[in-house]
């Protein structure tokens, strides 16, 4: 048995080492949050956050890890808490309810990556503009992250409303 950090948890499995963390999270783990696209770091549908750092989760083998803790989707509200100084959490992260308030997803499946490509993002740079936004979606990762439905515009606007809303919670 080995241990990892997963959205604050210790969490045992017992993959070998060069297993896909994304097998780990969704076969062992029970954690959908993170989705299988196209297995080749080519979609962004399975990304997670490694520290502060996205990473593709289908082609990051446990061993790369290095102790760092991993969050999904799932663990974003405990993300937020945690950097405002709460033990547990107890609202959504702002970019899932910027993403609500935007009616961004439609039929979803990429949007789990898409949201955790804007948490580090407005992470490093809270005011983003248009083109820092896209530049996150396309150029800063192995390959754009791509949503098949063409929800582009509703994800640029999701992720100025969870700026906003992330600095109203600053300042809260
Ligand atoms: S499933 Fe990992 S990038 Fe597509
Ligand atoms: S919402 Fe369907 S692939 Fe992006």
């Given at each position: 048995m080995s241990t990892i950090v997963v959205n604050g948890q210790q969490r045992?499995?017992?993959?070998?080492?060069?297993t896909p963390l994304l097998y780990v999270l969704?076969?062992?783990l029970g954690i959908m949050g993170v989705k299988f696209g196209c297995g080749l770091a080519q979609c962004g549908a399975c990304s997670v956050l490694?520290?502060?750092?996205?990473?593709?989760?289908?082609?990051?083998?446990?061993?790369?890890?290095?102790?760092?803790?991993?969050?999904?989707?799932?663990?974003?509200?405990q993300r937020w808490a945690s950097q405002k100084g709460k033990l547990s959490a107890d609202t959504l992260h702002p970019v899932q309810q910027a993403w609500i308030d935007e009616q961004v997803p439609q039929c979803g499946i990429c949007?789990?990556?898409?949201?955790?490509?804007?948490?580090?993002?407005?992470?490093?740079?809270?005011?983003?503009?248009?083109?820092?936004?896209?530049?996150?979606?396309?150029?800063?990762?192995?390959?754009?992250?791509?949503?098949r439905c063409?929800?582009?515009?509703?994800?640029?606007?999701?992720?100025?409303?969870?700026?906003?809303?992330?600095?109203?919670g600053d300042s809260a």
């Amino acid at each position: 048995m080995s241990t990892i950090v997963v959205n604050g948890q210790q969490r045992k499995f017992k993959a070998s080492p060069d297993t896909p963390l994304l097998y780990v999270l969704r076969n062992e783990l029970g954690i959908m949050g993170v989705k299988f696209g196209c297995g080749l770091a080519q979609c962004g549908a399975c990304s997670v956050l490694l520290g502060d750092e996205e990473v593709r989760a289908c082609v990051t083998p446990i061993s790369a890890l290095d102790g760092k803790p991993v969050t999904t989707v799932d663990g974003l509200p405990q993300r937020w808490a945690s950097q405002k100084g709460k033990l547990s959490a107890d609202t959504l992260h702002p970019v899932q309810q910027a993403w609500i308030d935007e009616q961004v997803p439609q039929c979803g499946i990429c949007q789990f990556g898409m949201m955790i490509k804007v948490t580090e993002l407005l992470e490093a740079n809270p005011k983003p503009t248009d083109q820092d936004i896209r530049e996150a979606l396309t150029t800063s990762g192995p390959s754009p992250h791509l949503c098949r439905c063409g929800s582009y515009a509703a994800i640029l606007e999701g992720a100025h409303r969870a700026a906003k809303l992330m600095m109203q919670g600053d300042s809260a």
